[in-house]
């Protein structure tokens, strides 16, 4: 499709696992964003690619966060030794990153990351 | 430290009622956008509105429309004539350019879920 693309739609693990969360962002779209959504909670931004680079990664909550984009295109979200707290929605959004543009950003459905 | 807070946790109106969002926010930015988003029950953000500091003016679109109060540091979003469709969580967003490219992070406040009663 046209949109962004975030597969698993859902992931079910075990505490301690590591899982990997993929995003495809709309085609064309140099900027690239992760946020982590919990339970009755708005967005929250974990970490920014422009192409290649992260460009800001204030977000991530800790160092089992990782996060890589190599091509410029398809980001994948990496979470090490998985820890209940991670439960939640991981939201990819991605935009035109160029100055002028609306500043909308195109958000996929999510991955929800459930841990036990 | 940015901050948005929407107070109103949940919305109940019937069908063809009006409806306002409220939404306050903090920042010590003098340029800065505000934002509205739509989440459906599918999930996926959608983006309604996104507002310049510097530009007050409140603006129509269709049976939407937005309050910005600089004095106030409110920024109301106004649905006229409301339609079932229109039940979602909404989510107002504060950004902070990040970027030489203008890019921007948002920090969005905790949503209003808006029940429309056919």
């Known amino acids: 499709g046209a949109g962004v693309s975030q597969t698993p739609s859902n992931k079910v693990t075990e505490k301690g696992k590591y899982v990997e969360l993929r995003c495809d962002p709309i085609?064309?779209?140099?900027?690239l964003y992760w946020y982590r959504q919990s339970l009755g909670q708005g967005p929250e931004f974990l970490i920014y690619?422009?192409?290649?680079?992260?460009?800001?990664d204030s977000g991530l909550p800790n160092d089992r966060f990782f996060a890589v984009r190599p091509e410029g295109s398809v980001s994948t979200l990496k979470i090490q030794r998985t820890e209940r707290g991670d439960s939640a929605v991981y939201l990819c959004?991605?935009?035109?990153?160029?100055?002028?543009?609306?500043?909308?950003?195109?958000f996929g459905e999510g991955s929800r990351l459930t841990v036990l | 430290a940015q901050k948005v807070t929407q107070a109103q946790t949940e919305i109940s109106v019937v069908e063809k009622e009006d409806v306002t969002l409220d939404c306050v926010y903090e920042?010590?930015?003098?340029?800065?956008?505000l934002f509205w988003y739509k989440q459906p029950p599918s999930g996926e953000l959608v983006f309604l509105i996104r507002?310049?500091?510097?530009?007050?003016q409140n603006e129509i679109s269709g049976r939407y429309s937005w309050n910005f109060q600089k004095s106030t540091s409110s920024f109301n979003f106004t649905i006229t004539a409301s339609q079932v469709v229109d039940s979602a969580v909404y989510f107002c967003?504060?950004?902070?350019?990040?970027?030489?490219?203008?890019?921007?992070?948002?920090?969005f406040g905790t949503g209003t879920r808006l029940t429309i009663i056919p």
């Open positions: 690619f422009q192409g290649t680079g992260a460009a800001d």
């Open positions: 959004a991605s935009s035109l990153g160029v100055t002028g543009n609306s500043g909308e950003l195109f």
């Open positions: 085609s064309g779209h140099t900027a």
């Open positions: 967003a504060l950004s902070e350019v990040i970027s030489n490219f203008g890019n921007e992070k948002l920090t």
């Open positions: 920042t010590r930015d003098t340029t800065y956008y």
């Open positions: 507002r310049n500091s510097f530009d007050e």
